[in-house]
């Protein structure tokens, strides 16, 4: 268990310098981390799971060498903790981000959030990714067998001919065979911050690295309705098959966070419904 008598162990014990600082844990962290809020100006995050591990060290890698060539705040790494004490992964410090999570009420229907986000992404695109991490997770094509099974197990909400002729179009369409970009690789929702009416920082880079591009359209589904969508695309000049594998990762996201949580979290149920919902309009 990740409680806050631990985390306050591992900081004072590592890092001696923020010991009389004031540590709170935070309620809404999502499913990958405890964050607690260390004084006014840090966070502390723990991964809760083996899937979420490694992502300290890439923030702390990467991020600064990424953030003065973006549009939108990244998070600030500061220390990447060891584990100890029977916590048994890597941990980050970095500055606190002010902002409150974006929302579907707030730029769903915002043509500037389309234009704002897609700038952000050839921004990041645009920086030389010859030294990048290799993409983490498993492809497309490695999903088909759990994402058909979903498609089944969820046919009595959704349509499933709908469904099925969206994951097959992002199947068989054109893999990316140009010069590797750099991408998110979790760009949805949920890992944007937004400070008074507009969008501020995009968090949570675990899933960085270079290749195909594709994944970071999911956030044309995840937030975006069709009028902004279409601007977001042609904000960031995306060919069909781009778009059509970006669409096949929205759903396939969608179905796997459905089918494992929207039967015990409300939160969860409301946004993959829209999510898959998106997907296949």
């Known amino acids: 268990m990740i409680d806050t008598g631990l985390v306050r162990a591992l900081v004072d014990g590592q890092f001696p310098q923020w010991a009389g600082l004031p540590l709170r844990r935070m309620a809404q962290a999502g499913s990958d981390h405890v964050i607690h809020r260390l004084g006014d100006d840090l966070a502390v995050r723990l991964p809760r799971h083996d899937g979420a591990i490694g992502q300290a060290e890439k923030e702390y890698a990467w991020l600064p060498r990424l953030a003065p060539h973006l549009p939108l705040a990244i998070p600030e790494p500061v220390a990447v903790g060891r584990p100890a004490l029977g916590y048994p992964w890597p941990w980050a410090v970095s500055r606190w981000l002010p902002g409150e999570v974006a929302t579907v009420e707030q730029f769903g229907e ?46 009595a909400v959704f349509d499933a001919a709908s469904m099925t002729r969206v994951w097959e179009a992002a199947l068989s369409a054109p893999e990316w065979d140009r010069t590797p970009v750099w991408f998110h690789g979790d760009f949805h929702t949920g890992n944007l911050l937004a400070v008074d009416g507009r969008i501020s920082t995009v968090i949570d880079f675990g899933g960085l690295g270079a290749g195909d591009p594709a994944k970071d359209m999911m956030m044309a589904f995840t937030l975006l309705g069709p009028g902004p969508r279409a601007a977001f695309r042609e904000a960031l000049a995306v060919d069909d098959a781009t778009w059509a594998r970006g669409r096949g990762w929205a759903l396939a996201s969608g179905l796997n966070a459905y089918t494992s949580y929207a039967s015990i979290d409300a939160r969860v149920a409301a946004q993959t419904t829209r999510q898959i919902a998106q997907a296949i309009s």
């Open 110 to 155: 915002s043509i500037q959030a389309a234009t704002e986000l897609a700038g952000f992404l050839a921004a990041l695109q645009a920086i030389p990714a010859g030294d990048a991490p290799s993409p983490d997770g498993r492809s497309l094509a490695a999903r088909d067998a759990e994402t058909r099974a979903a498609i089944a197990e969820v046919s």
